[in-house]
């Protein structure tokens, strides 16, 4: 083990009662287009980890999100920050070449994994050292990551069969974490663009956040990490 863990950061924030900011390092989106110019992208890297963010992610699905292996394997170089890796996981064999970049986590999406492997994938996962977040857009989504006694779930705000072209709304976290035991760990994820979208999904027990496409839209992403996350308090749930 390499000493970085995505939970440890979530757990942390019930100490200090301020959600954790994660920024999604993506080259495009379905919604917005290019977001991240791979020239600049070391640069980007740096005024994040300036501006305090406590982990990254990055998706490294090719097709829709312009990702891969060699934009996570140079994130991994800039930062010993935790990595979680968001994809459409469907072989123990993504997971396999996800520890060889250096990847921490990764997140099983509960409406893009095939049902009959999430809990294998699941299982293999763990076995290699890897943190896992299950995926949940719905209460159903919850309902079937629950039964898998998780050590803590990722709240997507938009749906990402959609490819998140729907609005999204923090209101989907804010339905779904009264269902969420207190020990299963939260991370709210898409439609953050302002303190109060943070403040929001804090209030309602979600330990972190995070946040992709304001980040890479702003023309100075290390103030407003810190503008995002000050005033923003969890309360437990």
Known sequence: MNGRSLYAVLESTRRTLQPAVLADVKVRSPRDGALIDLGGLDAYLDALIEGGVNALSTPTDPVY?????EVAARIRARTDLPLLRKDFFNSPSQLDESVAVGFDAVQLSINTTPPSKLERLRDHAVRLGLEVLLGVHTKRHL???????????????????????????????????????????????????????????????AEGVLIGTALAKSDDPAALVRKLRDGAWICPR
């Open 143 to 205: 309902a079937t990551a629950l039964a898998l006694d998780p050590a803590a779930i990722a709240v997507n705000n938009r749906n990402i069969v959609a490819l998140e072209l729907d609005p999204g709304t923090v209101s989907v976290t804010e339905s779904l974490l009264p269902e969420v035991p207190p020990d299963v760990l939260v991370l709210s994820e898409s439609s953050f663009f302002t303190a109060e979208d943070v403040a929001r999904a804090a209030a309602a027990g």
């Open 65 to 69: 999100f312009a990702g891969g292996l």
